[in-house]
């Protein structure tokens, strides 16, 4: 059974940093994605960043694009995301997902991990 577990958040200042892990287990094969979504409140989810486990091609959002850096350790079976120059529009819920599909929305993916709560403020 596929299981990710995302960590890596909390509090911080604007324009400071922080860096999520998520940490999969259970795939049989390597063709899958893994993206990251953010749920602020009252909004819907919206797919920050995704990266291919075989081929390593990536997508950013563009309210991200220049800040996030996704990146994966495949020994390690573990994908992060580096936030920088982060402002309050960033915080909210992050969940990391897998799918099979090359997507950034939310209905594509599969499975989901517990969120892990970003709060950006002074």
């Known amino acids: 059974e596929v299981q990710l577990q995302a960590s890596g958040g909390g509090l911080v200042q604007p324009g400071g940093s922080l860096r999520l892990s998520c940490t999969a287990s259970?795939?049989?094969?390597?063709?899958?994605?893994i993206g990251w979504f953010r749920q602020a409140p009252g909004k819907e989810r919206l797919g920050i960043s995704c990266i291919g486990r075989s081929d390593g091609r990536t997508y950013y959002d563009r309210s991200v694009k220049g800040r996030f850096a996704i990146s994966s350790d495949n020994a390690k079976n573990t994908v992060y995301l580096q936030m920088s120059s982060l402002n309050p529009e960033d915080t909210g819920v992050y969940f990391c997902?897998?799918?099979?599909?090359?997507?950034?929305?939310?209905?594509?993916?599969?499975?989901w991990g517990r969120g892990t709560l970003v709060t950006v403020s002074s």
């Open positions: 997902a897998s799918s099979n599909i090359w997507s950034s929305r939310a209905t594509r993916y599969n499975y």
């Open positions: 259970g795939f049989t094969s390597d063709d899958y994605q």
